[in-house]
């Protein structure tokens, strides 16, 4: 595991598990978030985070939380190991809301320079229809990579804070 995706929706966890993972591998880890929102929320052009994106994968050793579909794909290319937060969509939406109190007004460590945590409907509507609009897309994508004789990479699809605990007590032992 040297370069290594972690996708999966909002408050599933991604940006803790890519933290710990790069504490426990000493591997650099790279947030989407704070890479794609400049300060107060203004998003990048597609062509300057796609930019700042292939620099990070072009690296040695990476470990990159988000989902990002605009750059998923190349992402997936990139990776050797790729590991999908799979968590239920309740679960995510009061990880989010738990978040969002302890984090109101301030910025997360994981997110853009001055853009403070925030909710909004729209947010909670993406998290409530990941499931059926994102995650299909992502499963069909690992299918690829299972169906493949080629393209060896590590997938790992987890489903609970149990599974996580799981990958992360094996990544301490290796």
């Not at 109101?104 to 853009?115: E, T, V």
Request: charged letters at 25%.
């Amino acid at each position: 595991m040297k370069k290594i995706a972690i996708v999966g929706p909002s408050g599933a966890g991604k940006s803790t598990l890519a933290r710990e993972l790069g504490d426990i591998l000493q591997i650099p880890v790279y947030h989407l978030d704070s890479i794609y929102w400049k300060p107060g929320w203004i998003p990048s052009s597609r062509d300057e985070f796609a930019q700042i994106h292939h620099k990070i994968i072009t690296k040695e050793q990476w470990i990159i939380d988000g989902t990002y579909i605009q750059t998923i794909e190349i992402r997936f290319m990139h990776a050797d190991t790729i590991i999908f937060l799979d968590l239920p969509r309740v679960t995510c939406l009061y990880r989010v809301l738990k978040r969002w109190g302890r984090y109101w007004q301030k910025n997360r460590p994981d997110m853009g320079k001055d853009c403070p945590e925030k909710l909004d409907f729209p947010f909670l509507k993406w998290i409530w229809n990941y499931p059926k609009k994102i995650r299909p897309k992502i499963l069909a994508k690992l299918q690829e990579y299972a169906n493949s004789d080629t393209d060896q990479k590590q997938v790992f699809i987890l489903r609970s804070a149990n599974e996580i605990s799981h990958l992360l007590k094996n990544a301490r032992q290796t």
